[in-house]
């Protein structure tokens, strides 16, 4: 992945080479690929009713799990070679769940037999391995059958005798072969034939993913219950991370300002002690219990910035940004293009995220100029953080970019890097919200 | 010399009160709002305002703004900021008009009473107060800076000193020199910096300011 894109969802899309001709020709001949596939789907369907038939002697059962996965791995052939071919795409349906666990061969045949058996898209899945060999596979074979028909017309006139004297089939077509103009006048029809297998060849290849499509494909409910899953796991990772922070936050607190008020609070005891026979030493632990203070006030005034910082609370994401770029050493241009502030939540995200981007560039990117730009178009909150460094940033080293793309994704936000070998880098991190309307000042 | 607070804590507000009192301030009024504060600042019309930057109703930068709106309303009047936490935007802010009379200081400066009294009365006579942290960081990010790193260490503290509003005479009393060895050292770092000399404290002050936050 060096130097590539990482952005979340893929897309296939149908590559083009060769010319008209030769790409139908290989579209065509793909169907009889799918005609394979469906005569393995076959087998499958047929080992399964063996399976079912031969239950009562029970151990033929224990092959049931191998064969539904088999069941699934073709499927998924065709899931993935509908998207290549036939220009459809079919998302995978299954449920995500673990695969091992304890227990001997009964209890993990049950359960893993159990899993699939309950699980809706093997039932679907096997409707499509029956009624894809029965007739589907018809729409993936027709255009090559009738190309392959129309190969036979053109070699008519060479073959016609033979058969027919064979006492053969004395038809092509609607043309009776009885002499040589009849054989003739097949090689045009053949041609034609030949051309119309070509023309559909897409067509129906299109039907033919369509037709998956359908039994394939998830089920509405199967989406949803994926959203359902994506969301809970999502949704686990923010209370980790939510929990973590406040355990850090509360070890802080605990290791830092709170020891340090015990220990002025030690130390202003011991002045009050030797005040009256030892002033210069009163004064001496009066002044450390002042430094303990001021530390214990910086300790908490960067524990707070780590929180929620005040620029951000006063201000929102486009000055908070802006107070970033002055600290930062380096040269950094922000453009803020916001007309109000985003919901606190996704404007905190999205600064820590700015903020760890910037960290990042300051440590590796040997940049000069750093760029920030900030919109909202489209229900999106779009910020862009560029430079004009070494680029060749690697999303899959490295914790940071991990880390802000998980922080992001509870908001369902993406984000994407862009880092060419030699520069620019540009990470653009997506947020959907709406902003709300500026606060009016009160003076 | 009379003041006017603006503070919601009580706590705080009531020993600001106190501690200004016992260096010869005179507390004109203590308010807990923003709203107040311009009030109180055209009722009394004092030497000057302490102001912290959270305030209610809102408590963002209330106080901030309400400074800023009062020295719009009684223009030259002296404001300091006090704040848990110092931000380069906010003091840019309060610099902005180049008039100085402005201070924004952290509240940990309270603790040394005399410092925080010194500061109070360079604002109200029209100079600077900048927190050491604001100097810092203003220096920290101007870290590639060529000028700058052509600076004797002894010129750099002389910088930062002068930077937070300091005159000679105190710069040369914090550093144990004379002031003809302060005023040799600022000159040398004028020349360095490329900034026109002034013998006017403050608008060195605030050249320096500039070109550190450039």
């Known amino acids: 992945m060096n130097g590539g894109t990482i952005a979340t969802g893929n897309s296939t899309t149908p590559r083009r080479r060769g010319s008209w001709v030769g790409e139908r020709l290989l579209g065509s001949a793909r169907g009889l690929a799918f005609l394979g596939l469906a005569l393995a789907e076959a087998g499958l369907v047929t080992a399964l009713a063996f399976i079912v038939s031969f239950a009562i002697f029970v151990y033929p059962l224990l092959l049931l799990p191998p064969t539904l996965r088999a069941v699934r791995r073709l499927a998924n052939v065709t899931r993935r070679l509908s998207g290549v071919w036939c220009g459809v795409p079919i998302p995978v349906p299954y449920r995500a769940s673990a695969e091992r666990g304890p227990g001997g061969t009964w209890r993990r045949f049950g359960r893993v037999s159990g899993r699939l058996l309950t699980e809706p898209a093997t039932w679907r899945d096997l409707l499509w391995m029956t009624v894809d060999p029965l007739a589907g596979c018809l729409l993936a074979i027709i ?50 034939f030949i051309a119309l297998g070509l023309w559909i060849t897409p067509l129906f290849l299109r039907w033919y993913g369509r037709l998956a499509h359908s039994m394939l494909a998830p089920t509405k409910q199967a989406a949803l219950e994926q959203q359902v899953a994506h969301l809970s796991e999502s949704r686990a990772e923010v209370v980790d991370t939510g929990a973590a922070e406040i355990r850090r936050i509360e070890r802080d607190l605990h290791d830092g300002a709170q020891a340090r008020l015990v220990a002025m609070g030690m130390t202003l005891s011991a002045a009050e002690q030797v005040l009256d026979e030892n002033p210069d030493a009163a004064r001496a632990l009066l002044l450390e219990a002042r430094d303990a203070s001021a530390k214990a006030l910086t300790e908490l005034r960067g524990l707070v910035r780590g929180i929620h910082p005040p620029v951000l609370a006063d201000r929102g994401i486009g000055e908070a940004v802006r107070a970033l770029a002055m600290d930062s050493p380096l040269n950094v241009r922000v453009t803020n293009e916001l007309s109000g502030r985003p919901p606190a939540p996704v404007e905190s995200a999205a600064y820590f995220a700015v903020s760890e981007l910037l960290a990042n560039v300051s440590k590796h990117a040997g940049a000069h100029q750093v760029w920030v730009d900030m919109r909202h178009e489209h229900g999106l909150l779009r910020i862009d953080v560029g430079d004009d460094g070494r680029g060749g940033a690697d999303p899959g080293r490295g914790t940071g970019l991990r880390g802000i793309e998980r922080r992001l994704s509870a908001f369902d936000g993406i984000l994407a890097l862009s880092s060419p070998p030699g520069g620019p880098t540009v990470a653009t991190m997506e947020l959907p919200c709406e902003l709300s309307s500026p606060k009016t000042s009160s003076f | 010399m009379r003041v006017v607070i603006a503070e919601d804590l009580f706590l705080l507000r009531d020993g600001l009160i106190r501690m200004l009192e016992a260096h010869g301030f005179e507390v004109a009024a203590a308010v807990d709002t923003g709203a107040g504060l311009l ?6 019309r004092p030497d000057a305002a302490v102001v912290d930057v959270r305030l209610p109703p809102t408590f963002t930068d209330e106080g901030l703004r309400a400074a800023l709106e009062a020295r719009h309303r009684v ?20 610099l902005a008009d180049g008039s100085g009379g402005v201070g924004y200081l952290l509240k940990d400066r309270v603790f040394d009473s005399a410092q925080f009294a010194e ?36 010129e750099r503290e002389v910088l930062e000193l002068m930077a937070e509003g300091r005159s000679n005479a105190a710069i040369a009393q914090r550093m144990v020199i004379t002031e003809r060895a302060v005023a040799k050292h600022t000159s040398s770092i004028f020349t360095k910096l490329g900034l026109q000399p002034s013998d006017d404290d403050n608008r060195r002050v605030l050249a320096v300011l500039a070109y550190l936050g450039r």
Do not use: K
């Not at chain 1, 255009?143 to 027919?164: E, K, N």
């Not at chain 2, 009030?39 to 009394?44: N, S």
């Not at chain 2, 927190?131 to 810092?136: G, K, L, M, N």
């Open chain 2, 75 to 94: 223009p030259g009047l002296p404001v300091l900021v006090l704040s848990q936490y110092v931000e380069q935007i906010y003091a840019r802010e309060l």
């Open chain 1, 143 to 192: 255009p090559i059958t009738v190309i392959g028909y129309g190969v036979f017309g053109v070699v008519m006139p060479a073959i016609w005798s033979p058969i027919v004297r064979a006492g053969g089939n004395e038809w092509y077509a609607f043309i009776h072969l009885t002499d040589a103009f009849s054989g003739a006048l097949c090689v045009p029809l053949g041609i034609g």
């Open chain 2, 119 to 154: 500061a109070l009365r360079r604002v109200a006579g029209g100079g600077t107060a900048m927190d050491p942290e604001v100097i810092s960081r203003l220096l920290a990010r101007n870290a590639d800076d060529r000028d700058l790193g052509g600076l004797s260490p002894r």
């Open chain 2, 39 to 44: 009030a109180a600042v055209e009722e009394h």
